[in-house]
């Protein structure tokens, strides 16, 4: 199974491959990564992953496909009729003049053992329905379960991200500033200051860490419902 790491590498590894760009040329800047919030719940996720995630879709064709096989089966309990017509044509004798021909023919095909072959024949397209249906089942639960996993996992990332951004690192700003002003008259010390510095830098450093491990996980999201998240 796919996990949201594989999910991740390969769409950053798709991304590299479309670009078609030259392993020589240079990469830039990156983008400034923008945490955004997906403005959907768990409920609306799992409904449009039953009409989009490739996997259901796929199994829905194969389920179409062996009902119809089923009904076909269903149909060789009858007889089968066949009809031909044939044009002959007669060439004309020196005394009498022929008509061309047409003749008809007319065919049933009568299942006289119908209760053996017709029957197997019938069960198993049947069974073959069953089971296909059984695995679309159980690989709907599978992936109703991994997209309420991961949103869960979503949301408390987004929670997490919400009070380092409004919370955390304002307040070691805000604590750096205080340094700074008791640095410059003297009633802290140089350490002091520097680890109230240190101190922002390793909170934004945990900031971005966590924006990254959430756009991962959204990505991941994003492959098992079947859609992006625009």
Partial sequence: MLTIEHHYLIQKFSGIWVLNRSPESALGQPEEIIFKKIPLTV???????????????????????KEKAYELAKREYYPNLET?????????????KRRDMITGEVMINIPIFYKSKQDRKVAEAKADIQA???????????ILFMIADMTSMIQRVER??????TGIIPQASLQIN???SSYQVGKVDFMTLLDSRMTLYRYELEYHQALTEYHKNVTGLEATVGRRFD
């Fill in 43 to 65: 409920g609306d996720l799992q409904r449009t992953a039953l009409e989009t995630n490739p996997a259901l879709k796929g199994m829905k064709k194969m389920i179409e496909a």
């Fill in 84 to 96: 031909r017509l044939a044009y002959g044509q007669r060439d004309n004798g020196r005394e009498m």
């Fill in 132 to 142: 296909t249906e059984a695995q679309y089942q159980a690989m709907k639960n599978e």
């Fill in 160 to 165: 997490q991200l919400e009070l380092y951004k």
């Fill in 178 to 180: 205080s340094a700074m």
